[in-house]
């Protein structure tokens, strides 16, 4: 079955203490992916796409990247304003998000 | 440059009953979809509509219906409403057709509670 699993679940930083998230894929033919960080009760807000192993896209503190099977979210001094659910789903006619990993940022 | 708007915020219904929800696009997009949220979990894909047709299906009963209008405004119907359908139900538009292939923008979601 293709899925998509990110990880951590869940994780509580500092402010300005860097960190990275963790997307994994077991879909078929990998066609890239997209990151969406969403806060609580609105819809997801669009960040990158990136299309193939290799690619590294960057915004402000935020900086993604692509290999075969994983992507990266590398947060660089992370702010408060950097807490939301962070979500990245398969670039696929069939779309399929992970659950998400929940980023609070401590002041 | 107006965004996707979403109608209404909240609703609640009782188990049983039918509702409709409804969505404008983004100005300039031509493809809807709409998407299951529920607590905790990732977006579930329902189904994308493209110029006024169903293009796309995610593994939803077919109680599950919708609408694109010729402007581009789309409605999600659900009937027989199950406890199981309390959730935050997400419109998302795009410019093309291969709606996995393009980034979607969102709308702020109609949170739906089933009682």
């Known amino acids: 079955e293709d899925q998509v699993t990110q990880s951590p679940e869940a994780l509580r930083l500092q402010e300005g203490e860097s960190s990275s998230l963790n997307c994994s894929y077991t879909?078929?033919?990998?066609?890239?992916l997209f990151w969406y960080r969403q806060d609580p009760g609105k819809g997801p807000e669009f960040l990158f796409t990136l299309y193939s192993a290799g690619e590294e896209k960057e915004k402000e503190r935020l900086k993604a990247t692509l290999t075969k099977k994983e992507s990266f979210l590398h947060i660089t001094a992370p702010k408060p304003e950097d807490s939301a659910t962070y979500l990245c789903?398969?670039?696929?006619?069939?779309?399929?998000f992970g659950k998400g990993t929940r980023l609070h940022i401590l002041p | 440059e107006t965004g996707v708007t979403q109608s209404p915020t909240h609703l609640i219904k009782t188990r049983g009953q039918q509702v409709t929800l409804r969505c404008s696009s983004q100005s300039g997009h031509n493809t809807v979809s709409w998407y299951q949220q529920a607590l905790g979990q990732g977006p579930q894909f329902i189904f994308q509509y493209y110029r006024e047709e169903e293009n796309g299906r995610g593994n939803f009963p077919p109680r599950f219906s919708g609408l694109q209008f010729p402007n581009y405004s789309s409605e999600l119907n659900v009937n027989a409403l199950e406890l199981d359908d309390s959730a935050l139900y997400l419109c998302a538009s795009s410019v093309s057709l291969q709606v996995g292939y393009n980034e979607q923008f969102f709308g702020p979601g109609t949170r739906l509670t089933v009682l």
């Open positions: 789903p398969n670039r696929d006619d069939k779309i399929i």
């Open positions: 879909v078929s033919g990998l066609r890239g």
